[in-house]
């Protein structure tokens, strides 16, 4: 019953930025850690960021330095800013909810994506 519904995504020139938003409903948001997550044409989903309830960040090493996470737990959402944006930053954005269980990554729930495109 938890769903997650991303927005923010468009068309961008090389250089631009974006503001991705995740609004999840259905469940308790706070104590769990929300992530967001990419894939490309022909590639596998890969890690752009991640922060834990309590508000520790990782970053994808392609977006270190460019993207910044947050969240703000009242709204139950997350955000991604994305900076300095790149044509390989092309892809179709996922966010999702998960947790850690004996040090692997449960998800939860996933959002429907939204797309990203940088045109160079």
């Known amino acids: 019953q938890v769903q997650l519904v991303e927005s923010g995504g468009g068309l961008v020139q090389a250089g631009g930025s974006l503001r991705l938003s995740c609004a999840a409903s259905?469940?308790?948001?706070?104590?769990?850690?929300m992530g967001w997550y990419r894939q490309a044409p022909g590639k596998q989903r890969e890690l752009v960021a991640t922060?834990?309830?309590?508000?520790?960040?990782n970053y994808g090493n392609s977006v270190k330095g460019r993207f910044t996470i947050s969240r703000e737990n009242a709204k139950n959402t997350v955000y991604l800013q994305m900076n300095s944006l790149k044509p390989e930053d092309t892809a179709v954005y996922y966010c999702?909810?998960?947790?850690?269980?004996?040090?692997?990554?449960?998800?939860?729930?996933w959002g429907q994506g939204t797309q990203v495109t940088v045109s160079s």
């Open positions: 259905g469940g308790i948001f706070s104590i769990n850690d």
């Open positions: 922060i834990t309830r309590d508000g520790s960040t």
């Open positions: 999702n909810v998960h947790q850690v269980r004996n040090g692997f990554m449960v998800v939860l729930q």
